[in-house]
């Protein structure tokens, strides 16, 4: 738990009296003016935990689970323009990421920021693949971006915005011209950003291999073949256009 004193301006910590108390202050803020100028009013704050004492009798758990003792957290962020119906990786890990040989892990965050041209990006579908390489649409997780997102109906007032573990960060119409640092677009778009962490539903991957991708826009078939699961290039939902996208990802690796 933590205890933050903002008349002291102090932080203690303690991890299941496993860590000792240890009082914290600003980094550089020798006389804590800093502190004491931007510091929340409550005893409530926000902490990292960078270190820890004894690391194996300490368990973290995220939700229901239990991370392994070998759990390293890695970010992983990308960006780049799609066009229409064309995927992108949120993650994409193979047997050996960022130095760590890979026997599982699980996604904790990860954020999604989109500029275009149309609304209809939103109609994109998430797709969780585990292993990577098994066959489309690998398992499905959410038929559009606001549904992943815990909302609907373009986030058009239907629920919070904010939610305790997701939610709309930012949106906003923008309006085409000359000079709009967002082009290609010709038209006006959205600027679009919103968060999903997953402590209450873990997506976890039990293989080697593992990713989790999106796409701009999606594809309505008929038919047999719905919303999600026509892979190719087929009918779009509306008239989405090409997009920038920017995410972040937070997963526990081990």
């Not at 980094?27 to 960078?50: E, H, M, Q």
């Not at 194996?56 to 962020?77: H, Y």
């Not at 006006?188 to 826009?217: C, E, P």
Request: net charge neutral; charged share 15%.
């Amino acid at each position: 738990h933590t205890d933050f004193n903002p008349t002291k301006c102090e932080l203690k910590t303690s991890a299941a009296g496993i860590l000792p108390s240890i009082p914290t202050v600003y980094s550089g803020d020798t006389d804590g003016s800093l502190c004491k100028k931007y510091a929340p009013s409550s005893n409530k704050i926000w902490t990292v935990v960078r270190g820890v004492y004894n690391r194996n009798d300490v368990n973290i758990q995220i939700g229901d689970i239990t991370l392994p003792k070998t759990a390293r957290l890695v970010t992983v962020s990308n960006a780049t323009g799609l066009q229409v119906l064309e995927y992108y990786n949120i993650f994409d890990f193979n047997a050996e990421s960022n130095g760590i040989k890979i026997n599982g892990g699980m996604l904790l965050m990860s954020t999604l920021s989109i500029v275009s041209g149309s609304i209809n990006f939103i109609e994109g579908c998430f797709h969780f693949y585990n292993p990577s390489n098994i066959s489309f649409p690998g398992q499905l997780i959410a038929t559009g971006l606001e549904d992943y997102y815990d909302s609907g109906w373009d986030f058009e007032g239907v629920y919070p915005l904010h939610l305790p573990n997701s939610g709309e960060t930012w949106r906003e119409n923008f309006i085409a011209n000359k000079t709009n640092p967002y082009g290609p677009f010709i038209n006006n778009g959205w600027k679009l950003s919103a968060y999903r962490m997953h402590f209450m539903d873990a997506l976890i991957f039990n293989k080697n291999t593992a990713k989790f991708v999106w796409r701009n826009g999606d594809v309505n078939d008929g038919g047999n073949i719905g919303k999600c699961y026509h892979q190719g290039n087929g009918t779009p939902v509306g008239h989405p256009t090409f997009s920038w996208v920017r995410s972040l990802a937070f997963v526990y690796l081990w």
